[in-house]
């Protein structure tokens, strides 16, 4: 059984990286995040383990006792009223045990899937609450598959270890001990025959352990190999048909799929041979020692036990009354190393699992060491700035300068300027040389030009998603580095091409601009946005419920709702990346009014492939490979006859 | 449903009997061993007990345990081939039928959602077969043989099952009735949650843009310990299954020790100490049977809804099929629409494409004028019949599109389709999918006349360029003429282009179409197109809103007639410059 559910487990979670094996730094890490998630409960939980387990061992003595009373009765001749007397007390002591066995067996059972489920929840949130504050920058580079893999398979693999493998390793372990102290505690030399099975069951399970994990970790390989393979067919599954290519494309992937079988055949060949193996080797082991024992049965060869020397008896003879327990005790013993055998996978994955959750745990999280924040004012008719608690919709940045302990308000009016601005994602490769660019309150500054050249860098720049090399950003004169990060993106809205939309109604998406917007608020936000028209088209209007990012909703929609988002916020700055390169120009040309009143008296940045988008704006840069080397408005620009004009009049081509 | 699933077990229908009759042979061993053994005890405990008879009984355990090793081995190893062939053959099956979809299907089941039927569920399939497989049929052998051999065996002290069973089955049904709704709602809410955090892992930008870190914690931490109270209660319930097997067992044991003993005291009985401690093997096989059987219970109970996600797959009816007699000759490029009616599905209130009559001569050029939304993709994505008419018929080369053979026609209509795709591959392989057979000449030809053989060429590797998935190392541009080129090698009588030049820069734009005229006189070529200036030239453009046809004319004739397309042009004369609609 324990074989069918640890395969289950192992197909999706053991990855390629890394090789599978016990990390005890990592373990002892999750034991004691465990042991943190439920101080009092875990040590209970333990001692009741271990209670139990000395409760699982104990009937072997009572049967030895029982048995002992038949022999002693049929011996001698004794009626069962009177043998009554002996095995009652003995099985109601054995009750007695059972009783407290089930009771704390009960308890801990319960304690374990509280304990088990509080901790992954905790676990869950410290994840999540980590990788929020991760900078984006983590985001660009890790796949997201990889991410929600370990909140999804390597949290699973946590809930077995702790809710399985640790209580098993714990119960299997103390039976372990305790059956062998028994018995030792009846035959010293019946014991020693029982450590050498399983010397021989480990040694055999670590071989096939070993090689059912390698071919593991190849399925998992291939299994990967063959998703890649689908999810590329899948998404093009119409081109498929449009050629005819059907046939090809199962014959491709008729060799990948024999090739996944064949690991698959191979890593479930060695996991589910394991247990027969094991077990067999008990049964092997239960035929020697009953051979063994019977010789010695018959020899007469001294017996030495702990009994003997505790009792101070001298050493005594074998009897039957021990071997038949013993027999028992030899199938229990090899039952539960076959259980520890099997726990072994488990906790492979598990270390897997967790190193995977702890890497994200311990990723350095975003820095902020920004002390400027963004507070509510008012203006005086002198120009004084004084804060207020209260929302007055005038901004100021509260400036508290350490030297001397004072502060400084300014006004928040959306004025942006790089300079000399030089940045690298990656160390020795430059993206951006020498930009600077200076927006006025309420400009329409325009950023054109080939993919890669640099157009998102600059604003990823401008919101610190990523912090600039070298050069200057300030913002109402104030260095953004200065800024509490939070407040700086607070005064920032962005629309991105990819619009990202949350489950909920349209409504609760466009409030998620401003969380205590009204209603009303929202509805107006969309008019200025241009959606509303659409929205209230929609079959539940501003109710209709969003999921799986707004799949039933088109992508132009999707942007509109986006720009709304945005335009809630009322925030004194706006970056616009592609934010209306889905919606048709002749829909465009219809919003492009609502647009231009959303970005009158803001600061904007505009980057768009289309140029009808950008004609308007008051300065228009032309970037290449990280270079801008055209500035200017339209009019300057077409009659510079430079790459703008160019492109404009379709003789080059863009991306 | 599970007799279709379980007809792609196929060629591994032989490794699943061996696994059955080993699991029964195991099965059986497993439960005469304790036979064995009580005869074993019963020779240690005689008085005047010979070795050799012990040893005896021993080779004969021994005998058992190498045939059940053997037994285990062969099942185990027969099972993982059975399983893993099981999930192959499912695997290629789904594969195939979805290669058999139409486009409607393909829309019908989305991508994303066909690739997780393909890998997870297949693999929660394999896994249930397998467990199937190896203890759908030991268990209950098990519980029978112990229940025979214990009666057999026990005579009066198998009473003692008379009780355990009962209060076992009962209670393992009571918790996996109770436990499974609970289980099923948490697991609905964990997707629910995975999927918010998939939101927030693919939306961070917009997270942190609008500094909503804490809101989102805030909203997760409740998600997360609603899940926590849920899970714990489903859990707690799972729970008792061990104290309910743990009664039922130390129950067996005391009344095993108790009336046993009183029956051996008693005398008058065959029973005796080895039988008596045999009773207690079988009392726990018979309890681990059954609850091995609610295990299959509700795991099988959990991959039903992925067995039943396999099997709408498998279902599903293509309503594009090849005529019965079909058609392998066509005549010319011509196309003809004639009261063409179309949606997407039944249930659907507005046509998607309505009143649709229109003559396209063979050898014509054809443009189709549009805005978002008026079926522009859907009217020529019925000429190679990737959706059927939902009325009146399509016409190529004079014949009804459902007359001709599928694959003679789609070679014959060559499309570039709005969302296109390269593969994964070089550039020459990705341009063979056009025709397999195309000499390199051909190749180079075809992608010269797309105005793509400069670029190609400008590769270090030429046209052994390796293009990565989705074609994510070419720009917009050079994907978009390498598609064209890929069509243009099948020699189609019809060529069609959606939107196909639309990251295209004019110059080069006016090339492809210059090249068409001068190269390809005979193939009839329709254009959607954003840019006027992409349809001007053409024998016939067509303006399309809202699913109707407009218009029809040449460049002047609309300018004159048309409001929409006076309206685009100026719109484009002014703002010149457009670039069109790029995605």
């Known amino acids: 059984m324990k074989t069918e559910k640890n395969v289950q487990n192992e197909m999706p979670q053991e990855k390629p990286k890394g090789r599978p094996g016990l990390d005890f730094k990592i373990l002892a890490r999750v034991f004691r995040m465990l042991v943190k998630s439920a101080p009092v409960m875990v040590p209970v939980i333990v001692a009741c383990i271990i209670f139990c387990s000395i409760c699982a061992v104990m009937p072997a003595v009572f049967q030895q006792k029982v048995i002992a009373i038949i022999e002693e009765a049929l011996d001698n001749g004794w009626t069962w009223e009177y043998s009554k007397s002996l095995i009652i007390p003995v099985v109601l002591l054995l009750i007695s045990f059972y009783v407290l066995n089930i009771v704390s067996q009960t308890a801990y059972r319960l304690m374990i899937a509280t304990v088990t489920q509080g901790f992954l929840a905790k676990t869950r949130k410290e994840m999540f609450e980590k990788m929020q504050n991760l900078p984006i920058s983590y985001f660009d580079t890790h796949k997201h598959g990889d991410i929600m893999s370990t909140y999804t398979n390597d949290i699973d693999t946590l809930r077995e270890l702790v809710s399985q493998a640790f209580p098993q390793l714990l119960t299997s372990g103390m039976i372990v001990v305790g059956v062998f102290c028994i018995m030792l505690y009846y035959s010293i030399w019946l014991a020693l025959i029982v450590v050498a099975g399983v010397l021989a069951m480990l040694a055999v399970s670590g071989k096939l352990g070993g090689g059912s994990a390698k071919y593991f970790i190849r399925a998992q390989k291939s299994m990967g190999k063959t998703e890649g393979f689908i999810q590329e067919m899948m998404n093009g599954q119409k081109v498929v048909k449009v050629f005819t290519h059907e046939k090809a494309c199962v014959q491709d992937f008729d060799k990948i799929n024999d090739a996944l079988y064949e690991d698959n055949y191979r890593a479930h060949a060695y996991a589910n041979t394991l247990g027969p193996i094991i077990m067999n080797i008990g049964n092997l082991l239960y035929v020697i020692t009953a051979t063994v024992g019977g010789v010695l049965l018959l020899a007469k060869v001294p017996n030495p036990s702990i009994q003997s020397l505790l009792n101070g008896v001298g050493l005594g003879v074998l009897t039957i009354d021990i071997v038949i327990p013993f027999l028992n005790m030899t199938k229990q013993f090899t039952g539960n190393v076959n259980q520890l055998a099997q726990q072994v996978n488990t906790i492979a994955m598990a270390s897997a699992g967790a190193k995977r959750v702890f890497e994200l745990m311990d990723t350095v999280p975003e820095a902020d060491d920004g002390y400027v924040t963004l507070v509510n004012c008012e203006i005086a008719a002198d120009g004084t700035i004084t804060e207020t608690d209260k929302h007055t919709g005038h901004w100021a940045w509260k400036h508290p300068h350490q030297a001397d302990g004072t502060v400084t308000y300014t006004e928040l009016k959306g004025d942006v300027r790089l300079t000399d601005v030089d940045f690298e994602y990656v160390p020795g490769k430059q993206v951006l040389y020498d930009v600077s660019v200076y927006a006025e309150p309420g400009q329409k500054v325009a950023f054109v030009g080939a993919t890669g050249a640099g157009k998102t860098t600059i604003t990823n720049l401008i919101n610190r998603f990523y912090d600039i090399a070298d050069g200057k950003i300030r913002y109402d004169g104030i260095n953004v580095n200065k800024i509490k990060k939070s407040d700086l993106r607070r005064s920032l809205g962005i629309v991105l091409q990819d619009t990202n939309l949350f489950t909920g109604s349209v409504m609760d998406n466009i409030r998620y601009g401003k969380l205590d917007a009204t209603d009303e608020e929202c509805i107006a936000a969309a008019k200025l946005a241009g959606a509303d028209d659409f929205i209230t088209r929609l079959p539940g209007g501003y109710n209709t419920e969003l999921s799986n990012n707004g799949a039933n909703l088109s992508q132009g929609q999707r942007q509109l709702i986006a720009i709304a988002r945005c335009a809630v916020a009322d925030p004194p700055v706006m970056i616009l990346d592609e934010a209306t390169s889905s919606i048709d120009t002749r829909t465009e040309a219809i919003v492009q009014r609502g647009m231009d009143k959303l970005m009158e008296g803001r600061t904007t940045f505009v980057i768009a492939h289309r140029l009808s988008t950008v004609r308007n704006s008051d300065v228009i840069m032309v970037l290449d490979h990280g270079h801008i080397i055209e500035r200017g408005n339209h009019e300057k620009l077409i009659a510079e006859k430079g790459t703008y004009y160019r492109l404009y009049t379709g003789a080059f081509e863009l991306e | ?583």
């Open chain 2, 1 to 583: 449903m599970f007799r279709r699933i379980l007809k792609s077990v196929r060629e591994f229908k032989t490794p699943t009997i061996i696994t059955f009759i080993c699991m029964v042979v195991e099965a059986g061993i497993e439960c005469v061993i304790p036979f064995i053994t009580a005869e074993l005890i019963n020779q240690l405990k005689n008085p005047d007990m010979h070795i050799s008879s012990v040893i005896i009984k021993g080779l004969e355990l021994l005998g058992m345990a190498v045939i059940s090793l053997s037994a285990g081995w062969i099942g185990g190893r027969t099972c993982a081939k059975a399983s893993a062939g099981f999930a192959k053959n499912l695997r290629s099956d789904l594969f195939a039928k979805i290669q058999g979809f139409s486009f409607e299907s393909v829309d019908k089941f989305s991508s994303a959602s066909l690739v997780t039927r393909l890998t997870t569920d297949v693999s929660n399939a394999q896994m249930s077969y397998m467990m199937c497989n190896r203890l759908a049929i030991r268990c209950p052998l098990m519980f029978i043989f112990s229940i025979f051999m214990g009666f057999f065996m026990g005579g009066k002290l198998a009473l003692t099952f008379v009780v355990i069973i009962p209060i076992l089955t009962f209670g393992l049904i009571l918790i996996a009735k109770k436990a499974m709704p609970a289980f099923r709602s948490v697991f609905r809410k964990y997707d629910k949650l995975n999927e918010s955090i998939e939101e927030n892992v693919r939306g961070m930008r917009v997270v942190k843009g609008f500094s909503r870190e804490d809101y989102e914690k805030n909203k997760f931490a409740n998600a997360t310990d609603a899940i926590c109270r849920d899970f714990t209660k489903a859990e707690k319930i799972v729970a008792l299954n061990n104290p309910l097997m743990v009664i039922c067992m130390n129950f067996n044991m005391a009344f095993v020790l108790i009336v046993g003993s009183k029956l051996i005291i008693g005398g008058g009985t065959s029973l005796d100490v080895g039988h008596m401690s045999s009773m207690l093997t079988y009392g726990m096989q018979i309890l681990m049977s059954l609850m091995m059987l609610s295990m299959i219970y509700v795991i099988l109970t959990i991959s039903m809804e992925s067995l039943r996600r396999i099997n709408e797959v498998l279902e599903e009816k293509s309503n594009l099929t090849n005529p019965e007699n079909p058609v392998y000759e066509i005549a010319d490029g011509s196309v003809d629409f004639e009261g063409v009616r179309f949606k997407y599905s039944s249930e659907a209130k507005k046509y998607a494409l309505d009143e649709i009559n229109l003559h396209i001569p063979a050898g014509a050029t054809v443009g189709v004028i549009g805005g978002t939304g008026s079926s522009k993709s859907t009217f020529v994505q019925l000429i190679p019949r990737l959706y059927d008419v939902t009325e009146g018929c399509v016409r190529v080369g004079g014949r009804d599109v459902r007359e001709y053979d599928l694959d003679t026609l789609r070679q014959n209509v060559s499309m570039v389709l709005q969302k296109n795709m390269l593969f994964s591959g070089t550039i020459t392989e990705n341009l063979r999918w056009g025709n397999a057979e195309a000499t390199d000449d051909e190749i180079a030809e075809a992608a010269e006349l797309a105005q793509a053989g400069e670029f190609v060429k400008s590769f270090r590797e030429g046209y052994d360029k390796y293009i990565e998935q989705g074609g994510a190392n070419v720009s917009g541009g050079q994907k978009q003429r390498l598609c064209i080129a890929r069509a243009l090698l099948r020699k189609p009588k019809i060529l069609i282009l959606d939107d196909s030049t639309s990251a295209v820069d004019t110059r080069t734009d006016a090339l492809i179409r210059e090249g068409f005229k001068k190269y390809i006189p005979s193939t009839t070529k329709i254009i959607i197109a954003q840019r006027i200036a992409s349809v001007q030239e053409a024998d016939m453009i067509i303006v399309l809103d809202g699913g109707r046809i407009s218009a029809v004319g040449k460049h002047e004739e609309l300018l004159r007639t048309s409001d929409i397309y006076r309206e685009v042009y100026e719109q484009q004369v002014n703002g010149k410059g457009d670039d069109g609609d790029e995605n």
